[in-house]
């Protein structure tokens, strides 16, 4: 055999594999990580105790009256009326969920299995619109039903997507229509 064939098949790979700084590099990361989700987690809570001063959302009446429209879909978050990406997180506010939307004479009535309740009474709906964001959550446009409403002194705009994005048209018209009867009515 000549020398370079010799040579060649002697050769051997080194051991790459130094076991302390590969799992030195896992540690680190991994803490890295859980140091991340603990300063978003933090971030979350600081978010909510600012936001301490809002009033606690109203719960349903016991006799609400028949539905006049109902959906059920997904609730993306709350945020401050005009700026989709002020999360309002207090009193589990900014919790997506699963959702049950019920309108009635009474107002709107939000069940999220999971999640906190709350109801919107008809006085106190200010909008109904279709749009693509809320909460930093962003689809196609016109995806999204967004409803404007006042709790305490502020405006709140709440995002929700129907398993059947069809019904939104008919929610915003509704919704609108029963918004100009009660602001005609005050």
Do not use: C
């Not at 590969?22 to 978003?40: E, K, N, P, Q, S």
């Not at 909510?48 to 959302?57: A, H, M, S, W, Y």
């Not at 939000?110 to 919107?120: K, M």
């Amino acid at each position: 055999m000549t020398p370079v064939i010799l040579l060649a098949a002697e050769k051997q790979s080194a051991e790459v594999t130094d076991w302390a700084a590969r799992i030195g590099w896992l540690v680190g990361l991994a803490l890295f990580i859980a140091l991340v989700y603990w300063l978003m987690r933090e971030g979350w809570k600081w978010r909510g105790t600012l936001q301490g001063g809002l009033p606690e959302p109203f719960t349903a009446p016991e006799e609400p009256g028949p539905a006049r429209l109902s959906m059920s879909g997904r609730y993306h978050g709350s945020t401050s009326a005009g700026q989709w990406l002020d999360r309002i997180v207090a009193h589990g506010l900014g919790t997506r969920s699963r959702v049950e939307l019920t309108l009635t004479d009474a107002g709107l009535d939000v069940v999220r299995p999971g999640a906190n309740d709350f109801f919107v009474p008809a006085d106190r709906l200010r909008g109904a619109r279709l749009d693509k964001g809320v909460a930093g959550k962003v689809l196609t446009e016109g995806g999204l039903l967004v409803v404007t409403w006042e709790l305490g002194d502020r405006l709140i705009d709440s995002g929700f997507r129907s398993d059947h994005a069809a019904e939104h048209n008919d929610w915003v018209e509704t919704l609108n229509q029963m918004i100009n009867k009660t602001e005609g009515a005050r």
